[in-house]
């Protein structure tokens, strides 16, 4: 049974930082591309950052420059630095593991990420 769980959301002020965690567990086959995602009430999920298990990185044009997505493999874990943080980057984000030998993609439950003005 595959889990994935995110953790380190929370309240932060406009200009400030925050880490997300993500760990993955229960697979038996290797994880390949890692990411997270994001939904803000009235608008769709849409991706912030991905990650290969090679680390090759992709990001969305509106948090290039302040935020940046790792992985620890050991661990299966990735992680999300958010700095610069801004309003509009409000939203429940959301972690998922690609697992292509059995071509499923699984997903946190989220984390919710709140940054006042």
């Known amino acids: 049974q595959v889990q994935v769980m995110e953790s380190g959301g929370g309240l932060v002020q406009a200009g400030g930082s925050l880490r997300l965690s993500c760990a993955a567990s229960g697979s038996a086959f290797r994880i390949n591309d890692m990411g997270w995602y994001r939904q803000a009430p009235g608008k769709q999920r849409e991706p912030v950052a991905t990650?290969?298990?090679?680390?090759?990185?992709n990001y969305a044009d509106s948090v290039k420059g302040r935020f940046t997505i790792s992985r620890d493999n050991a661990k299966n874990t990735v992680y999300l630095q958010m700095n610069s943080l801004k309003p509009e980057d409000t939203a429940l984000y959301y972690c998922?593991?690609?697992?292509?030998?059995?071509?499923?993609?699984?997903w946190g439950k989220g984390t919710l990420v709140t940054v006042s003005s």
């Open positions: 990650i290969t298990n090679g680390g090759i990185t």
């Open positions: 998922n593991a690609r697992i292509n030998y059995v071509a499923r993609t699984y």
